[in-house]
């Protein structure tokens, strides 16, 4: 009886399986490892923007980026209640692992929109701006380039590091409100930094899209606590 109930208890633990059904977990010997992954992850990826509660994983899409600062001494942008959505329709561009060395790689492209409150005073190039009300910004094709180590803690991975970098091919912005709703202003001005948004996203985006990334890295590390490496790959 007492032999059964522990085989019983052992079969419960071991296949208690906190692995979510949507993910296809990969061989670590299969010479295809980078192209699997890739595709588990394209597979996944939108159940994961959903977040998954029991797994203590927060939406990615929406995305809450709560408050993002832009502090150049000469454009002081504060955008609050800061949402992101359009992460769930990412495309992987490619993924690349080396178990051996914990090294991996995430090279993805999303479109997104950014919706905040703002609140902004300074000057972009020559041009004096001034406003706060609601914000949003479309970014086409934001292509995001994650570099991270991972360490194999207790048998589950953990990030201890990473590094990031991106580009995009386009950002359109709407701020209501500019110039305390002085129509011929904001248009003018809407229509200026719409004409020059690499200047204008250069002092946005490494705040806005550090947190992006952010997010996505506490998701993964999330899972990867939630998950056992060995059941992220087989052996
Ligand atoms: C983003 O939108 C553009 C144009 O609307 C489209 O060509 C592109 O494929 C989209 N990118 C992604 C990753 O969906």
Redesign the pocket.
């Known amino acids: 009886m007492k032999v059964i109930f522990f085989i019983f208890a052992f079969v419960a633990c071991t296949s208690a399986g906190s692995l979510p059904s949507f993910i296809h977990p990969c061989s670590a010997s299969d010479k295809n490892l980078n192209e699997c992954i890739q595709n588990v992850i394209a597979v996944a990826g939108p159940k994961f923007a959903d977040g998954i509660p029991e797994l203590g994983i927060a939406p990615l899409d929406p995305v809450q980026l709560r408050t993002v600062q832009v502090n150049n001494p000469a454009l002081k942008i504060t955008f609050t209640d800061t949402v992101v959505t359009g992460l769930r329709?990412?495309?992987v561009n490619s993924y690349k692992i080396n178990p051996d060395k914990g090294k991996a790689s995430l090279d993805f492209?999303?479109?997104v929109t950014l919706k905040a409150h703002y609140d902004m005073d300074g000057q972009i190039l020559i041009l004096p701006i001034k406003g706060n009300g609601n914000a949003k910004i479309k970014i086409?094709?934001l292509n995001i380039l994650v570099k991270y180590d991972f360490d194999t803690v207790d048998g589950h991975w953990i990030v201890t590091n990473h590094k990031d970098s991106y580009k995009m091919d386009h950002a359109q912005f709407k701020f209501t409100n500019l110039f305390n709703g002085n129509k011929e202003l904001s248009q003018t001005t809407e229509k200026f930094t719409n004409e020059n948004w690499e200047i204008i996203m250069q002092e946005i985006a490494p705040p806005a899209i550090k947190q992006i990334i952010k997010s996505c890295i506490d998701v993964v590390q999330k899972l990867f606590g939630a998950v056992p490496a060995n059941e992220l790959i087989t052996q």
């Open positions: 329709g990412f495309r492209t999303a479109n086409t094709n």
